[in-house]
Nanobody, 126 residues
Framework: QVQLVESGGGSVQAGGSLRLSCAVFGSTYSWNCMGWFRQAPGKEREGVATIYIPSGGTYAADSVKGRFTISGDDAKNTVYLQMNNLKPEDTAMYYC???????????????????WGQGTQVTVSS
């Protein structure tokens, strides 16, 4: 049974920082593509960043590039999302997810993530 548990959300003012964590249980973490997604009320889910654990290769969406960094800690089976210079438009529920394969590129980048965490809320005030 694969389980993902997110933590680290909260409320901050614009310009502040938060670090989200996603602990992975019951999975061959070392071979996964891990992703962070977010969904604001009334909006579609948006892919934020991915990391391919074996290589450490990362990808960040244009909306967060230069502000958010995804990383992994193999010893802790945990993926992080460091979020700096937060903006009110970053307010959303943030989810981590995993796919038992390499990370993809292009139009299929955000597809087929089969396991999801429960989400952690991030609220940025102006």
């Amino acid at each position: 049974q694969v389980q993902l548990v997110e933590s680290g959300g909260g409320s901050v003012q614009a310009g502040g920082s938060l670090r989200l964590s996603c602990a992975v249980f019951g999975s061959t973490y070392s071979w996964n593509c891990m992703g962070w997604f977010r969904q604001a009320p009334g909006k579609e889910r948006e892919g934020v960043a991915t990391i391919y654990i074996p290589s450490g290769g990362t990808y960040a969406a244009d909306s967060v590039k230069g502000r958010f960094t995804i990383s992994g800690d193999d010893a802790k089976n945990t993926v992080y999302l460091q979020m700096n210079n937060l903006k009110p438009e970053d307010t959303a529920m943030y989810y981590c997810a995993t796919r038992f394969s390499s990370c993809r590129s292009g139009a299929s980048r955000w597809l087929d993530f089969g396991y999801w965490g429960q989400g952690t809320q991030v609220t940025v005030s102006s």
